[in-house]
C-alpha cells in the first residue's frame, strides 16, 4: 500500500523536477557552468545516500564536466513565485533546533582553513526562480558555495544583518513555519544576472 506523501516531500521531487526541466537546460552552457550532464541525486540514490547527500552535504545534483573527466556537487534552489526576487536563500535557523545549511556549509567551509580537512560540500550553487502560473524562468543565479557562504558569514559576524537601511540587500525572513531564512540580493553581491543574461564568473571578495 502506498501511502501519501508529505507536502515537504512533494516539494521536493517538484523543485528538483524544476530544476531538471526548466532551469538547468538554460544554464548548462553559460561559463560558470560550462556544459556537461546533471546527474540528480533524488533520481539515482538509494534513499539512505540521498538523505546524506542532501541533508549532511548539501547536495542535489552531480556536474559532469563536458569532458566526462571530472564531477562535482551542485546545490539547487527554485522557487516558484509570482515575481523574482534575485536572492540567494539560506535557512539560517530552524524551529526544531536542528543544524541548519548554514551551519553544515560553514563547517566545512573553513575545516578546510582551519585544520586541512576536505568535507564535501556543493561546489556551485544555483538559485532560480519560476513564474508558478505559466512555467517560466523569470530569473537565475550561479555563484560559488564557498564564496556565497563566506560572504553570509561576513555580513552576520560584522552585525550587517538586520540593519533596515540594507533591507533591500540583505536581512532575516521567517516563514509561518518558525524557520528563518538569509537573504542576499544578487545585485548587493555584483551578480548581474537576470534571465537571460548569461552571467559571468561572480567576484564577491571577501576577507579571507
Not at 578546510?112 to 524562468?137: E, F, M
Request: net charge negative; with cysteine.
Amino acid at each position: 500500500m502506498n501511502l501519501p506523501q508529505s507536502p515537504v516531500v512533494v516539494r521536493i521531487k517538484q523543485t528538483a523536477l524544476d530544476f531538471q526541466s526548466i532551469v538547468w537546460p538554460v544554464i548548462r552552457d553559460t561559463p560558470m557552468i560550462g556544459g556537461g550532464s546533471l546527474i540528480p541525486v533524488e533520481a539515482n540514490e538509494e534513499k539512505n545516500s540521498r538523505d546524506e547527500l542532501d541533508y549532511i552535504a548539501g547536495i542535489d545534483a552531480w556536474h559532469v564536466a563536458k569532458c566526462d573527466k571530472q564531477m562535482r556537487g551542485l546545490a539547487s534552489r527554485v522557487q516558484r513565485s509570482s515575481e523574482p526576487f534575485n536572492n540567494f536563500t539560506i535557512r539560517y535557523k530552524l524551529a526544531s533546533g536542528k543544524p541548519t545549511e548554514y551551519e553544515k556549509r560553514l563547517e566545512a567551509i573553513n575545516s578546510q582553513r582551519d585544520n586541512g580537512t576536505n568535507w564535501l560540500y556543493p561546489d556551485i550553487t544555483v538559485q532560480a526562480y519560476i513564474n508558478g502560473q505559466t512555467n517560466q524562468l523569470m530569473s537565475w543565479a550561479v555563484m560559488s558555495t564557498k564564496q556565497l557562504f563566506l560572504a553570509a558569514e561576513y555580513l552576520i559576524k560584522n552585525g550587517e544583518v538586520g540593519n533596515p537601511d540594507y533591507s533591500d540587500d540583505y536581512g532575516f525572513r521567517t516563514g509561518p513555519d518558525g524557520n528563518t531564512f538569509l537573504y542576499i540580493s544578487w545585485k548587493y553581491l555584483e551578480i548581474p544576472m537576470i534571465y537571460p543574461i548569461t552571467p559571468p564568473a561572480p567576484d564577491f571578495k571577501s576577507t579571507y
